[in-house]
């Protein structure tokens, strides 16, 4: 059931644990991460080969025996998985079988919610996010998450781009809007809205409020990314340049993809997990997952027998 | 059977009637109807009486006995028919109850608006900070003990916040702290102490209201902002406040007409000196008392006194009038924002 354990990154330094050690919130170490991004226009340095074999890869995220309640209901059972970097993962599975949850596990979204629970442990690069001298908003930064629904606040196009670093602390009205030109160049909106990003987001399009939270949780600068659906409520032309989108930043993000599209899984993902009434059934290289499942309910779910 | 039809196709029939027929059913239908309607009625008529009453005896006198002869003015004429409107406004003195009158209605406005402007100050922040409070960081079980505590606050009689003004917060508050300790000459009756207790009876109303909005906004917007890092306050005032700021407006648009509407705990509490004044420790006179003290006196029906009240009472109504209607307006902008 459990893919083999790839090499981890354990020599990566602890930087959460550093981060919330630092003294005065988390505005000297946000800003800071900013410095850097503002001398370097790149907010993530390029990765220039995707490396294709899986034993070079290291492992980003990894959860280890992951049971999840809402109250006294079980809704992830024994969830075993490994995430590799620079890569992207798609979890796939019929509606209600936690993938969702699975995915708000790992940036600790699930806390929002009143009586949630888990046991087990959700690692991010060895370090346990469940921890308890762990800060969640730190956490939120290095992990962001795009929704199904696009959310863009009730603001203008920059000030929704600029909330994260604004939030961390950075006001110098230059860093900012180059952070903001920045993320949304990657998450190719800019040549849409540079003339018009003092106009309010809501005025957006769906596919292009949907690449503005894109750009939004680049513009945080973090390392992984999460993906609740994010292409379910767009037209085709804006499903597929979302698709794009994720192929272009898995050089230099981890992404976690939720989908109800075993089509975009298979376009998009380098590794697919499915998942059935709140278990990992199988996981492995989305070809081979797709085209050789070793489970029958895998095959039965992907050739549509059911789900 | 298809004979008229166009098409080849026949037409199907099963013979059940459609035709309307009169029955209990309907009738009984009509009766509801009728009722529902006659209650929704009431508020309606209630409002056009108020506003002829109050039109007939301070602007235009409507009752067919009365009616300026030859210039000469009859006894039970209209306010506005006896004083110019231009008296009405520019007029600093509001002295109807003396030998020499004057009717300019500034000092009462002025009054008004001190003793509602310190309830305001009192009352906002206090009942936007519980909103936000019981909206975005109270438990279930905190927020299920603390909104029926606020429902209480909103039940208790205005008399007794008057009293309590009068015998509790100048003796207790306001003199200690501002007589003996700063200087300040505070008399027992003043605008702070009323401010105050309105202010308080104000927050109910600016908490539950603005709560709502708060609520309304879509948890997804909050979801957003947390994933981009954000602690609770960033999201509180970054996001939600921001998305919701007209219906918090709105809301305390409405709290601030309902302390000028304030009566009995004015009247109590800040004495019947009408003055121009900003001094919150002087009393004042505001239009609600000068009202209900003109009502309780032994003051002539049909007096130019009597009709006073009148102009004073539209005065008043047409302020909380205007302030209703901007209200509305931008809650219906607020409408328009996430979708």
């Known amino acids: ?307 | 059977m298809s004979s008229a039809s166009t098409s080849s196709m026949p037409l199907a029939s099963t013979g059940a009637s459609l035709c309307r027929t009169l029955s209990v059913q309907r009738l009984k239908e009509g009766l509801i109807r009728t009722g529902l309607f006659a209650c929704a009625g009431v508020s309606i008529l209630t409002t056009f009486g108020i506003v002829a009453v109050l039109f007939s005896n301070a602007v235009y006198d409507l009752s067919p006995a009365s009616t300026s002869v030859n210039g000469q003015v009859q006894h039970n004429a209209a306010f506005f028919q006896q004083v110019s409107i231009r008296e009405f406004v520019t007029e600093t003195r509001w002295t109807p109850q003396f030998s020499e009158k004057h009717f300019g209605i500034l000092p009462l406005v002025c009054g008004t608006l001190l003793v509602s402007g310190i309830a305001a100050l009192i009352g906002i922040p206090i009942g936007l900070c519980s909103a936000i409070y019981l909206s975005e960081y109270s438990s279930p079980r905190i927020r299920a003990i603390i909104k029926p505590v606020l429902e209480v606050l909103a039940g208790i009689p205005t008399v007794v916040y008057g009293y309590f003004a009068l015998v509790f917060v100048t003796p207790y508050v306001l003199r200690p702290f501002f007589h003996d300790l700063l200087g300040f000459d505070v008399s027992l009756f003043n605008a702070a102490s009323a401010g105050i207790v309105v202010g308080v009876m104000i927050i109910p109303m600016i908490s539950s209201l603005s709560e709502d909005v708060l609520r309304s906004v879509p948890r997804s917007l909050r979801e957003a902002a947390y994933a981009l890092g954000s602690t609770r306050f960033d999201v509180s005032t970054r996001v939600v406040v921001p998305a919701a700021l007209s219906g918090i407006i709105a809301s305390f648009l409405l709290a601030i007409a309902r302390a000028m509407g304030e009566t009995m705990a004015v009247t109590i509490a800040a004495g019947q000196m009408a003055n121009v004044t900003a001094n919150p420790f002087h009393s004042v006179a505001t239009m609600t008392s000068y009202i209900v003290n003109v009502s309780l006196g032994d003051t002539e029906i049909g007096s130019i006194e009597e009709k006073s009240i009148y102009a004073v009472g539209l005065t008043l109504f047409l302020i909380t009038l205007s302030m209703n209607i901007v209200s509305q307006f931008v809650l219906r902008r607020f409408r328009e924002v996430y979708q």
């Open chain 1, 1 to 307: 059931m459990n893919s083999s354990p790839d090499t981890m990154t354990r020599t990566a330094i602890d930087q959460l644990e550093g981060y919330s050690m630092n003294a005065g919130r988390s505005d000297s170490a946000a800003t800071r991460g900013h410095h850097v991004s503002a001398v370097v226009p790149a907010v993530r340095p390029v990765v220039t080969a995707t490396s294709s074999s899986r034993l070079e890869q290291t492992v980003k995220f990894q959860t280890k025996s992951l049971d999840f309640f809402y109250g006294d209901n079980q809704v992830l059972f024994n969830v075993s998985l490994d995430v590799p970097e620079k890569s992207v993962t798609a979890l796939i599975g019929p509606s209600g079988c936690g993938k969702s949850t699975f995915l708000r596990t790992l940036n600790r979204m699930n806390d929002i919610i009143e009586g949630t629970r888990h046991t087990g442990d959700v690692l991010l690069e060895g370090t346990d996010v469940y921890a308890p001298q762990i800060d969640v908003v730190l956490l939120r930064k290095r992990v962001g998450m795009v929704f199904q629904k696009s959310t863009p606040f009730p603001k203008s196009i920059f000030d929704n781009v600029a909330y994260g670093p604004r939030v961390a602390g950075l006001k110098n009205r230059l860093r900012l809007a180059g952070i903001v030109e920045e993320s949304l160049k990657r998450a190719a909106l800019w040549d849409e809205v540079k003339d018009r990003l003092n106009k309010s987001a809501m005025a957006l399009s769906g596919g292009q409020q949907q690449r503005l939270c894109i750009a939004r949780t680049l513009a945080t600068n973090p390392d992984v990314i999460l993906m609740d659906e994010p292409a379910s409520a767009l037209d085709p032309a804006s499903t597929a340049r979302v698709e794009d989108l994720i192929f272009e930043l898995k050089q230099n993000y981890t992404i976690v993809i939720v989908t109800h599209n075993m089509q975009q899984a298979a376009r998009v993902s380098q590794q697919t997990a499915f998942f059935f009434q709140g278990e990992l059934v199988e996981t492995g290289d989305t070809r081979r997952l797709f085209t050789n499942p070793t489970q029958k309910q895998t095959e039965d779910y992907i050739t549509g027998r059911f789900g």
